[in-house]
């Protein structure tokens, strides 16, 4: 079954105390109604600062915002989680690093998941956030550009290729915050983003797991 998109979101510039050591940040990302060039940097119109191609597209499922409604008792639109892409019907933390979207005309490819920062905390004004968005754990998924193209809300997401074996982003992002005895497996998951890659290996060379 494919998924689909409920909109494409794209952010502007932001600046504050709470924007962290950058003193500016796009996370703040509103729907578009016409459709949005994709490049391998990201899209068109999007402020984008993290400047990483590993983090070119960031997806959220508006299932799993259900959840953060229910817990928070409000209402959390597109783009509230600083997502380029609000999806439904497509399990965003049980893909597979390295799995291939198809949505509009571009190819995308999962490659790792968003671990949360001070940035995101500040962005919503909720201390403690960042606890429990990591207990939780449900991140969301950060994805690179193999093929430009372009994509708009309604389009759909199809999965074009799955690896095995697969290492999902629920299981990545665990090793990376809660569950250091996962941290061996992202070995098998060579499309990992590099930045989790490198804190992967650091906290194993440093005798991780314990």
Known sequence: MAGRVVSVNVGRESTGEWTGPRGRTGIDKRPVAHR???RRTGLTD???VRGDDDQAVYAYAREDVGWWEHELGR???PGRFGENLSTMDIDVTGAAIGE???VGTAVLQVCGPRVPCVVFE???GMPGLIELFTRHAVPGAYLRVLAPGEMGSGDRIEILDRPRPQVTVGEAFRALTTEPDLL???AAAPA???KARLKAERRLSAGEPR
């Open 184 to 186: 061996p497996r992202l």
């Open 100 to 102: 291939q979207w198809a």
């Open 75 to 77: 209402e959390l639109p």
């Open 122 to 124: 500040g962005f919503w």
């Open 46 to 48: 999007d402020c984008v």
């Open 192 to 194: 990992l983003m590099a």
């Open 36 to 38: 949005i060039a994709v």
